[in-house]
């Protein structure tokens, strides 16, 4: 666990995250994208109530989530509780778990206290309020907000921790199980874009947590390993 915290891939994974956000919010990237969608979509969240944007990638795969994490819970119980013949699949299941856990979790507090608008509702794309970078103070008579960061991103992006799960018990499939994590967050982010729910730095901060998330749960249940705990 030292070995993590201490380590330089922490440090650049941080210090990239400090860069993107910057370049993104204070840079002005979040905004000007944001631009292009909503233009493209003829000056109004067109796809904000599609069904493919809407009851598919929204709806649907927050259930399927559901369904998938709920499965991960049941298999780490059987294998802790019944099943104690493959420790190190155990291990592996109980550090996948711990992870979707604290990534869910972390995503949803933040989103909680951090009252940052939607795109939606500011008045640069039809809404009615005005726009404030994410270290900015909103005034108290604006409603609060939950915009912040993307709590729908993390459906996807909590499963990067697959990629330190396989590292553990089956590596060949790692930057496979890395793939299924990035590519269900960057769709189920850039659904919630399009649909005017949030900017790409939401979708950043949500991905940074979820990868942070699995590399300390994996680092705190592999405590000996090398690997897990100071290498990508």
Excluded at 95 to 102: K, M, N, Q
Excluded at 194 to 213: K, N, P
Aim: glycine share 6%; hydrophobic share 50%; aromatic share 16%.
């Amino acid at each position: 666990m030292r070995q993590f915290l201490v380590s330089k891939s922490l440090f650049a994974l941080t210090s990239g995250y400090c860069i993107l956000m910057l370049l993104l919010d204070v840079g002005g990237i979040d905004i000007w994208l944001a631009t292009k969608f909503y233009a493209l979509e003829g000056y109004t969240w067109a796809l904000k109530d599609y069904w493919v944007t809407e009851q598919l990638l929204h709806i649907g795969a927050r259930k399927l989530n559901y369904v998938l994490a709920l499965a991960i819970l049941l298999i780490t119980a059987y294998f802790q509780v019944i099943n104690k013949t493959q420790p190190q699949l155990s291990k592996a299941f109980l550090a996948l778990c711990l992870s979707l856990i604290c990534s869910f979790t972390l995503v949803a507090y933040f989103k909680a206290i951090s009252n940052v608008a939607c795109p939606w509702s500011l008045s640069l794309f039809g809404g009615n309020e005005p726009y404030f970078h994410l270290l900015q103070n909103r005034p108290s008579y604006l409603p609060y907000s939950q915009c912040f960061p993307a709590g729908h991103a993390s459906v996807g992006y909590a499963w990067v921790a697959l990629y330190y799960f396989f590292k553990c018990c089956k590596a060949e499939y790692r930057l496979l199980g890395l793939a299924v994590g990035l590519t269900a967050g960057f769709i189920l982010g850039l659904t919630q874009q399009l649909r005017g729910a949030h900017f790409m730095s939401h979708d950043i901060t949500t991905l940074f947590i979820c990868l942070t998330s699995a590399r300390i749960c994996f680092a705190v249940v592999f405590p000996q390993s090398k690997s897990v705990a100071t290498s990508g």
